[in-house]
């Protein structure tokens, strides 16, 4: 029995395209599991098939939808998940990758430009020929979302501070309270429900003290939190001390190429793709700050 890989529709022997979807058919033990993971170019799908292969997927195909037009990487349902963060990883590298290609084309072109200088024009109906651009590959696209990162530690101490102010106001709040309605405090609350009001009162700073022990839990929990983020930033930072070379990450990119302008986002760029190809399953607003720290030591010279 043959199955279109991508709908599933099955077909008796000797038919070999899809009549719906395009597709070339398969034996349906071959994809009993298989889900697709992404589309786009067939050669980016070859690079991101044989990393995902490199790091221990198996059983992947990639098949053209006619009807789409598109080319389709498929995959075991049961690896979906990894798959998705191993490719996070595979696109930061094939960004860095067409950085490196869009930085050797820039200087072919200036190559050819100092070699065969272009006459300027002058005069009406004329204009001078205008530069031609090297492509941009979204530089911007590198740069980590605005507001910051806070770290575990911060967050813990902001959490047992609000839990104190919570627990403080709401606890003594609560104790006002049972004062005035025992008549141990002497106000006088004329035309208004003391009981209404205590009632409304109450609720108000009950609703404090629970969000003050929410708060202080959720301090705890960051604080455990950030002895395990404390440790894998010393595990990063020395790894990064004994393997990374700024020198040699220039080279690789080729700056020497490219505006100084871009130099900051493709050297991100291409340490946010080695630590999270050294460090799996790396939070990744966690790793922008990571790397905005270590950044002035691995290039000292801005």
């Not at 109906?125 to 911007?140: D, V």
């Not at 049972?178 to 409304?200: A, E, F, K, S």
């Not at 109450?202 to 003290?209: K, Q, S």
């Not at 291409?270 to 399953?281: S, Y």
Request: one cysteine or more.
């Amino acid at each position: 029995m043959l199955i279109c890989p991508k709908c599933r529709n099955e077909y008796r022997e000797g038919i070999t395209i899809c009549a719906d979807c395009g597709c070339q058919l398969v034996a349906e033990e071959e994809i009993a599991d298989r889900v697709p993971l992404t589309f786009g170019e067939e050669d980016v799908l070859v690079r991101l098939k044989e990393y995902l292969t490199y790091n221990g997927l198996q059983n992947m195909e990639i098949v053209y939808d006619e009807k789409e037009a598109v080319h389709e990487l498929l995959i075991n349902e049961k690896d979906k998940q990894r798959a998705n963060k191993l490719g996070s990883v595979f696109m930061q590298q094939e960004n860095v990758r067409q950085a490196e290609e869009a930085a050797r084309a820039q200087a072919e072109r200036e190559r050819q430009a100092a070699e065969n200088p272009q006459p300027k024009w002058f005069g009406m109906g004329s204009e001078e020929p205008k530069e031609e651009k090297a492509p941009q590959l979204q530089a911007l696209q590198f740069k980590r979302s605005s507001g910051g990162y806070q770290n575990k530690a911060e967050r813990a101490a902001e959490n047992k501070s609000s839990a104190w102010t919570l627990l403080l106001v709401g606890g003594a709040g609560l104790i006002f309270l049972v004062l005035l309605l025992t008549g141990v405090l002497p106000l006088q609350l004329r035309g208004v429900n003391r009981y209404l009001i205590g009632g409304i009162m109450g609720a108000m700073f009950l609703l404090f003290v629970v969000m003050g022990f929410v708060s202080l839990k959720k301090s705890r929990e960051y604080e455990k939190d950030a002895d395990s983020e404390n440790s894998l930033r010393g595990t990063m930072e020395k790894w990064c001390k004994e393997n990374l070379d700024g020198a040699g990450i220039d080279a690789k990119l080729q700056l020497s190429a490219a505006a100084q302008e871009e130099w900051y986002f493709r050297r991100t760029a291409m340490l946010k793709a080695i630590l999270n190809h050294q460090f799996v399953n790396l939070d990744q607003e966690f790793l922008d700050h990571f790397v905005d720290d270590i950044y002035d030591t691995i290039f000292p010279e801005g």
